[in-house]
């Protein structure tokens, strides 16, 4: 099912009759957050550099679908306690996403469901990696077009409000010889950040 969404998307997107409305969009963010969950008793604080790009088709004038992904890099900011570990990483997510375009404003949502990790960059105390797997939650974009300041060509611009909320349940240790073990947890492993991002776009 989640392929068959994801390859939908996609020939929706490379059709001759989409190209000649196709929006490409790059929100590069940096952003504040927290880790929370009913295992984690400080809560670190987390700053994230993040990356997003989509490209969305435009079926009618003010409605737009299409496909979106991120990276980013997660630095823990608070205090790292021992029993609670460091949340330092990368992460990474693929999601579909719907834009609303009204004048200089353009607002996305992202169900994210699909796709996607966060790696940890440091190793357990039995040298084991670890990353969590199977994300749930979601993204949410507010720009405003500043192009008529600054005119570049073909690319327009702005800035742009960012959020997004995401959980984990799953989670892999893997040992130095590549095998991996498939983990549950009790609970979720919560994710959240709010930030700010300098947004990019054309259409083709």
């Not at 240790?173 to 492993?189: C, E, F, I, P, Q």
Request: aromatic share 14%.
């Amino acid at each position: 099912m989640k392929k068959y969404i994801v390859s939908s998307l996609v020939l929706a997107l490379v059709s001759a009759q989409a190209w000649a409305i196709v929006d490409v969009r790059s929100n590069t963010s940096m952003s504040y957050g927290k880790a929370t969950g009913d295992f984690i008793s400080s809560k670190p604080t987390l700053l994230n550099y993040t990356e997003d790009l989509s490209v969305l088709y435009s079926a009618i004038p003010v409605i737009q679908l299409g496909i979106g992904g991120s990276y980013r890099f997660v630095r823990q900011t608070s205090t790292v306690y021992s029993e609670v570990g460091n949340y330092r990483g990368t992460r990474w997510e693929v999601y579909p996403i719907l834009g609303l375009k009204l004048g200089r404003i353009w607002t996305g949502f992202a169900p994210v469901w699909l796709f996607g990790r966060y790696n940890m960059a440091k190793q357990t105390v039995g040298k084991l990696d670890v990353y969590y797997r199977e994300p749930l939650g979601g993204k949410v974009f507010l720009s405003y077009d500043m192009s008529s300041l600054l005119p570049l060509s073909i690319i327009n611009w702005g800035i742009s409000l960012t959020g997004d909320y995401m959980t984990f349940k799953k989670y892999t240790l893997v040992n130095s010889a590549g095998v991996a073990t498939d983990k549950d947890m009790d609970s979720r492993l919560r994710l959240w950040s709010v930030g700010m991002a300098l947004n990019f776009n054309f259409g083709v």
